[in-house]
Protein backbone atom coordinates (compact mmCIF):
# COMPACT_ATOMS: atom_id res chain seq x y z
CA UNK A 1 0.00 0.00 0.00
CA UNK A 2 1.47 3.38 -0.65
CA UNK A 3 0.70 6.49 1.15
CA UNK A 4 1.00 10.39 0.08
CA UNK A 5 0.51 12.82 2.89
CA UNK A 6 -1.10 16.80 1.88
CA UNK A 7 0.80 18.74 4.22
CA UNK A 8 -0.30 21.70 5.71
CA UNK A 9 0.08 25.05 4.02
CA UNK A 10 2.50 27.28 5.98
CA UNK A 11 3.44 31.11 5.19
CA UNK A 12 7.22 32.24 5.23
CA UNK A 13 6.19 35.37 3.45
CA UNK A 14 7.69 38.00 5.68
CA UNK A 15 5.36 41.02 7.14
CA UNK A 16 5.46 44.22 4.93
CA UNK A 17 5.40 47.24 6.84
CA UNK A 18 1.68 49.18 7.46
CA UNK A 19 -0.10 45.31 7.16
CA UNK A 20 -0.53 44.63 10.74
CA UNK A 21 -4.36 44.45 9.89
CA UNK A 22 -4.05 42.04 6.97
CA UNK A 23 -1.73 40.02 8.92
CA UNK A 24 -4.28 39.65 11.57
CA UNK A 25 -6.98 38.24 9.21
CA UNK A 26 -4.39 36.04 7.68
CA UNK A 27 -3.53 34.49 11.32
CA UNK A 28 -7.19 33.90 11.91
CA UNK A 29 -7.94 32.59 8.33
CA UNK A 30 -4.79 30.34 8.71
CA UNK A 31 -6.51 28.84 11.89
CA UNK A 32 -9.72 28.12 9.81
CA UNK A 33 -11.21 24.57 9.48
CA UNK A 34 -9.03 23.95 6.10
CA UNK A 35 -5.73 25.32 7.21
CA UNK A 36 -6.20 22.19 10.49
CA UNK A 37 -7.42 19.28 8.00
CA UNK A 38 -4.54 17.08 6.65
CA UNK A 39 -5.53 14.91 3.80
CA UNK A 40 -3.55 11.35 4.03
CA UNK A 41 -4.28 9.19 0.02
CA UNK A 42 -3.49 5.53 0.30
CA UNK A 43 -3.91 3.19 -2.50
CA UNK A 44 -4.67 -0.04 -2.93
CA UNK A 45 -3.28 -3.31 -5.37
CA UNK A 46 -5.52 -2.23 -7.67
CA UNK A 47 -3.87 1.15 -8.20
CA UNK A 48 -0.50 -0.17 -9.29
CA UNK A 49 -1.82 0.11 -13.14
CA UNK A 50 -1.37 4.05 -12.32
CA UNK A 51 1.84 6.20 -13.18
CA UNK A 52 3.78 8.43 -10.90
CA UNK A 53 2.19 11.22 -12.02
CA UNK A 54 -1.35 9.87 -12.38
CA UNK A 55 -1.37 8.62 -8.48
CA UNK A 56 0.51 12.46 -8.02
CA UNK A 57 -3.15 14.38 -9.43
CA UNK A 58 -5.56 11.97 -7.56
CA UNK A 59 -3.62 12.93 -4.08
CA UNK A 60 -3.71 16.79 -5.06
CA UNK A 61 -7.54 16.65 -6.45
CA UNK A 62 -8.47 14.72 -2.94
CA UNK A 63 -6.51 17.22 -0.72
CA UNK A 64 -8.33 19.73 -2.34
CA UNK A 65 -11.51 18.65 -2.42
CA UNK A 66 -11.70 17.75 1.19
CA UNK A 67 -10.15 21.09 2.16
CA UNK A 68 -12.79 23.21 0.54
CA UNK A 69 -15.46 21.22 2.03
CA UNK A 70 -14.31 21.36 5.34
CA UNK A 71 -13.07 24.92 5.40
CA UNK A 72 -17.08 25.47 5.25
CA UNK A 73 -17.25 24.00 8.82
CA UNK A 74 -16.25 24.88 12.60
CA UNK A 75 -13.33 23.03 13.05
CA UNK A 76 -12.07 23.46 16.63
CA UNK A 77 -8.78 21.69 16.17
CA UNK A 78 -6.35 19.37 14.13
CA UNK A 79 -8.34 16.56 11.95
CA UNK A 80 -6.37 14.14 9.50
CA UNK A 81 -9.17 12.13 6.75
CA UNK A 82 -7.55 8.93 5.31
CA UNK A 83 -8.66 8.32 2.03
CA UNK A 84 -8.59 4.95 0.15
CA UNK A 85 -8.41 5.30 -3.23
CA UNK A 86 -8.94 2.39 -5.91
CA UNK A 87 -9.15 1.88 -9.62
CA UNK A 88 -12.12 -0.30 -11.23
CA UNK A 89 -13.58 -0.57 -14.27
CA UNK A 90 -17.02 1.38 -13.75
CA UNK A 91 -18.51 4.26 -15.63
CA UNK A 92 -16.90 7.00 -13.53
CA UNK A 93 -16.54 7.68 -10.19
CA UNK A 94 -18.16 6.43 -6.44
CA UNK A 95 -17.41 7.08 -2.81
CA UNK A 96 -18.87 6.98 0.64
CA UNK A 97 -17.98 7.51 4.00
CA UNK A 98 -16.58 4.02 5.98
CA UNK A 99 -19.31 4.01 7.88
CA UNK A 100 -22.12 5.92 9.98
CA UNK A 101 -22.16 6.45 13.37
CA UNK A 102 -24.81 6.66 15.84
CA UNK A 103 -25.77 10.20 16.71
CA UNK A 104 -29.12 10.25 17.93
CA UNK A 105 -32.56 9.50 17.34
CA UNK A 106 -35.19 10.47 14.58
CA UNK A 107 -38.62 9.63 14.60
CA UNK A 108 -38.16 6.38 15.85
CA UNK A 109 -35.32 5.74 13.97
CA UNK A 110 -31.27 5.24 14.51
CA UNK A 111 -30.31 8.59 13.16
CA UNK A 112 -26.22 8.40 11.51
CA UNK A 113 -23.95 10.54 10.51
CA UNK A 114 -21.15 10.03 7.95
CA UNK A 115 -17.96 9.38 9.48
CA UNK A 116 -16.07 11.56 7.37
CA UNK A 117 -18.71 14.34 8.74
CA UNK A 118 -18.43 12.82 12.59
CA UNK A 119 -14.48 12.87 12.43
CA UNK A 120 -14.37 16.74 11.41
CA UNK A 121 -17.29 17.49 13.37
CA UNK A 122 -15.73 15.97 16.64
CA UNK A 123 -12.76 15.63 16.08
CA UNK A 124 -12.79 11.36 17.34
CA UNK A 125 -11.63 9.32 14.49
CA UNK A 126 -14.46 6.23 14.63
CA UNK A 127 -11.96 4.10 12.39
CA UNK A 128 -8.82 3.96 14.22
CA UNK A 129 -5.84 3.20 11.52
CA UNK A 130 -8.76 1.62 9.07
CA UNK A 131 -9.71 4.39 6.70
CA UNK A 132 -12.07 7.13 6.58
CA UNK A 133 -13.49 7.36 3.28
CA UNK A 134 -13.33 5.09 0.16
CA UNK A 135 -13.34 6.31 -3.19
CA UNK A 136 -13.16 4.21 -6.54
CA UNK A 137 -12.16 5.57 -9.66
CA UNK A 138 -12.72 3.76 -13.08
CA UNK A 139 -9.34 3.46 -15.20
CA UNK A 140 -11.23 4.23 -18.87
CA UNK A 141 -12.77 7.49 -17.19
CA UNK A 142 -9.32 8.92 -15.30
CA UNK A 143 -7.47 8.66 -18.50
CA UNK A 144 -10.10 9.59 -21.46
CA UNK A 145 -13.05 11.37 -19.59
CA UNK A 146 -11.24 13.51 -16.85
CA UNK A 147 -8.50 16.64 -17.20
CA UNK A 148 -7.00 17.17 -14.11
CA UNK A 149 -6.31 20.90 -13.06
CA UNK A 150 -2.49 21.88 -13.48
CA UNK A 151 -3.35 24.16 -10.57
CA UNK A 152 -6.94 22.56 -8.63
CA UNK A 153 -6.49 25.44 -6.00
CA UNK A 154 -6.84 28.33 -8.03
CA UNK A 155 -9.04 26.66 -10.91
CA UNK A 156 -7.94 29.33 -13.48
CA UNK A 157 -7.24 27.15 -16.38
CA UNK A 158 -9.55 26.52 -18.93
CA UNK A 159 -11.49 22.99 -18.82
CA UNK A 160 -10.97 21.64 -22.41
CA UNK A 161 -14.45 21.36 -24.15
CA UNK A 162 -14.15 17.54 -24.43
CA UNK A 163 -13.10 16.58 -21.22
CA UNK A 164 -14.48 16.63 -17.75
CA UNK A 165 -13.07 18.82 -15.24
CA UNK A 166 -11.77 16.39 -12.17
CA UNK A 167 -12.13 18.66 -9.40
CA UNK A 168 -15.77 18.56 -10.27
CA UNK A 169 -15.68 14.94 -9.84
CA UNK A 170 -13.76 14.91 -6.56
CA UNK A 171 -15.49 17.66 -4.89
CA UNK A 172 -18.83 15.61 -5.52
CA UNK A 173 -16.97 12.93 -4.35
CA UNK A 174 -16.09 14.31 -1.35
CA UNK A 175 -19.67 15.82 -0.49
CA UNK A 176 -20.96 12.26 -0.47
CA UNK A 177 -18.90 11.46 2.04
CA UNK A 178 -19.52 14.62 4.44
CA UNK A 179 -23.35 14.69 3.73
CA UNK A 180 -25.11 13.13 0.88
CA UNK A 181 -25.41 9.37 1.30
CA UNK A 182 -27.60 7.02 3.24
CA UNK A 183 -29.95 4.61 3.28
CA UNK A 184 -32.97 5.17 1.95
CA UNK A 185 -34.27 3.05 -1.53
CA UNK A 186 -32.77 4.72 -3.78
CA UNK A 187 -35.62 5.45 -6.20
CA UNK A 188 -38.76 5.71 -3.87
CA UNK A 189 -36.86 7.58 -0.81
CA UNK A 190 -38.38 4.94 1.64
CA UNK A 191 -35.74 4.48 4.47
CA UNK A 192 -35.41 1.31 6.70
CA UNK A 193 -37.31 0.95 9.14
CA UNK A 194 -34.68 0.98 11.95
CA UNK A 195 -32.40 3.61 10.65
CA UNK A 196 -31.70 6.24 8.60
CA UNK A 197 -28.98 8.92 7.46
CA UNK A 198 -29.16 12.55 8.63
CA UNK A 199 -29.54 13.31 5.17
CA UNK A 200 -31.96 10.50 4.26
CA UNK A 201 -34.45 12.32 7.26
CA UNK A 202 -35.79 15.13 4.74
CA UNK A 203 -36.65 12.64 2.11
CA UNK A 204 -40.32 13.00 1.66
CA UNK A 205 -40.89 9.84 -0.51
CA UNK A 206 -42.20 9.57 -3.76
CA UNK A 207 -41.40 10.20 -7.82
CA UNK A 208 -39.60 11.86 -7.45
CA UNK A 209 -38.21 12.29 -3.72
CA UNK A 210 -37.75 15.73 -2.41
CA UNK A 211 -35.77 17.17 -0.21
CA UNK A 212 -37.87 18.60 2.74
CA UNK A 213 -34.58 20.17 4.74
CA UNK A 214 -35.16 23.65 6.00
CA UNK A 215 -32.20 25.53 4.77
CA UNK A 216 -32.11 24.00 1.61
CA UNK A 217 -35.81 25.08 1.01
CA UNK A 218 -35.13 28.02 2.18
CA UNK A 219 -31.61 28.18 -0.42
CA UNK A 220 -34.15 27.15 -3.30
CA UNK A 221 -37.09 28.42 -2.81
CA UNK A 222 -39.21 25.38 -2.48
CA UNK A 223 -38.29 21.77 -1.45
CA UNK A 224 -35.91 20.18 -4.50
CA UNK A 225 -36.10 16.86 -6.00
CA UNK A 226 -33.60 13.91 -5.27
CA UNK A 227 -32.76 12.14 -8.85
CA UNK A 228 -35.10 9.17 -9.22
CA UNK A 229 -33.13 5.79 -9.06
CA UNK A 230 -29.83 7.95 -7.51
CA UNK A 231 -31.96 9.96 -5.02
CA UNK A 232 -28.89 11.05 -2.95
CA UNK A 233 -28.59 13.44 -5.52
CA UNK A 234 -30.34 16.48 -7.06
CA UNK A 235 -32.48 16.73 -10.35
CA UNK A 236 -34.12 14.97 -13.06
CA UNK A 237 -33.03 15.82 -16.47
CA UNK A 238 -36.04 14.19 -18.72
CA UNK A 239 -35.25 15.96 -21.48
CA UNK A 240 -31.24 15.33 -21.42
CA UNK A 241 -30.29 11.58 -23.31
CA UNK A 242 -27.60 11.38 -20.98
CA UNK A 243 -27.05 7.30 -19.94
CA UNK A 244 -28.24 6.95 -15.84
CA UNK A 245 -25.89 5.87 -13.49
CA UNK A 246 -27.92 4.63 -11.23
CA UNK A 247 -27.56 2.63 -7.63
CA UNK A 248 -27.39 -1.29 -7.13
CA UNK A 249 -30.87 -2.40 -6.72
CA UNK A 250 -32.26 -2.06 -2.88
CA UNK A 251 -30.23 -4.66 -0.67
CA UNK A 252 -30.20 -4.95 3.13
CA UNK A 253 -27.73 -2.74 5.09
CA UNK A 254 -24.31 -3.89 5.04
CA UNK A 255 -22.44 -3.72 8.73
CA UNK A 256 -18.86 -3.43 8.97
CA UNK A 257 -18.00 -3.56 13.25
CA UNK A 258 -21.37 -3.35 14.39
CA UNK A 259 -21.80 -0.12 12.26
CA UNK A 260 -23.58 0.52 8.88
CA UNK A 261 -22.05 1.22 5.62
CA UNK A 262 -23.03 3.38 3.21
CA UNK A 263 -23.50 2.70 -0.53
CA UNK A 264 -20.83 3.72 -2.82
CA UNK A 265 -22.27 6.63 -4.79
CA UNK A 266 -21.40 8.12 -8.14
CA UNK A 267 -20.83 10.77 -10.01
CA UNK A 268 -23.10 11.64 -12.74
CA UNK A 269 -22.23 10.65 -16.70
CA UNK A 270 -20.44 13.06 -18.68
CA UNK A 271 -21.91 14.67 -21.42
CA UNK A 272 -21.04 17.32 -24.08
CA UNK A 273 -22.86 20.87 -24.23
CA UNK A 274 -23.32 21.19 -27.47
CA UNK A 275 -25.19 18.04 -27.45
CA UNK A 276 -27.20 17.83 -24.75
CA UNK A 277 -27.79 21.54 -24.40
CA UNK A 278 -26.84 23.95 -21.64
CA UNK A 279 -29.88 23.55 -18.59
CA UNK A 280 -31.83 26.86 -17.41
CA UNK A 281 -29.20 28.57 -15.00
CA UNK A 282 -31.47 28.15 -11.99
CA UNK A 283 -31.66 24.28 -13.03
CA UNK A 284 -30.57 21.44 -10.24
CA UNK A 285 -29.18 19.44 -13.39
CA UNK A 286 -25.85 22.56 -12.84
CA UNK A 287 -25.82 22.01 -9.29
CA UNK A 288 -22.15 20.00 -8.25
CA UNK A 289 -24.15 16.88 -6.54
CA UNK A 290 -26.62 16.48 -9.68
CA UNK A 291 -27.50 12.69 -10.42
CA UNK A 292 -28.07 12.88 -14.12
CA UNK A 293 -24.82 14.82 -15.84
CA UNK A 294 -21.58 16.85 -15.78
CA UNK A 295 -21.23 18.94 -18.61
CA UNK A 296 -17.24 18.56 -20.08
CA UNK A 297 -15.67 21.57 -20.64
CA UNK A 298 -17.91 22.94 -17.21
CA UNK A 299 -16.67 23.47 -13.99
CA UNK A 300 -18.99 22.91 -10.83
CA UNK A 301 -18.42 23.69 -6.89
CA UNK A 302 -19.58 23.82 -3.79
CA UNK A 303 -23.19 26.15 -3.85
CA UNK A 304 -25.09 27.96 -1.20
CA UNK A 305 -27.75 24.68 -1.72
CA UNK A 306 -24.88 22.80 -0.49
CA UNK A 307 -24.45 24.76 2.12
CA UNK A 308 -27.56 24.72 2.97
CA UNK A 309 -27.56 20.91 3.25
CA UNK A 310 -24.66 21.08 5.32
CA UNK A 311 -26.52 22.34 8.12
CA UNK A 312 -29.99 20.74 7.61
CA UNK A 313 -27.65 17.40 8.66
CA UNK A 314 -26.56 19.05 11.38
CA UNK A 315 -22.65 20.78 10.70
CA UNK A 316 -22.03 23.64 12.62
CA UNK A 317 -20.20 25.79 9.98
CA UNK A 318 -17.97 28.47 9.55
CA UNK A 319 -19.03 31.93 10.10
CA UNK A 320 -16.79 33.75 7.35
CA UNK A 321 -16.79 30.82 4.45
CA UNK A 322 -20.49 29.55 4.97
CA UNK A 323 -21.09 32.91 3.74
CA UNK A 324 -19.11 33.25 0.52
CA UNK A 325 -16.12 34.71 2.16
CA UNK A 326 -13.11 33.76 0.62
Known amino acids: MDTAVIPKPANARAPRPGCQRWLALGAFLASSASAQVATQVTFDASANVLDPAERDEIVSHTAEA ?5 RLLAIDGPRS ?12 ASA ?14 QLLEQSVAYELRTGVDPNGA ?9 LDYLRNTLWFDP ?26 AVAYNGWSDATTGIPPATLWSTFDRWMIPGSPTLFSGANAVAAWGVAPDLTTGNNKHWGNGTAIAAPRVEWQPARPVEWRNGLAVPPLAPAPPSM ?24 SGHRYDISPLDVAVLR ?15
Request: net charge negative; charged share 20%; hydrophobic share 45%.
Open 96 to 109: ASAVGIPVGEAEGR
Open 66 to 70: MRRWS
Open 130 to 138: DPDMYLQIG
Open 151 to 176: DPGARSAPVPSNRTDAMSTFLHEVGH
Open 272 to 295: SPAVAGIAAQDSLILQLMNGVVFY
Open 81 to 92: IEVRVSITDQAT
Open 312 to 326: DVGLPLDALFANGFD
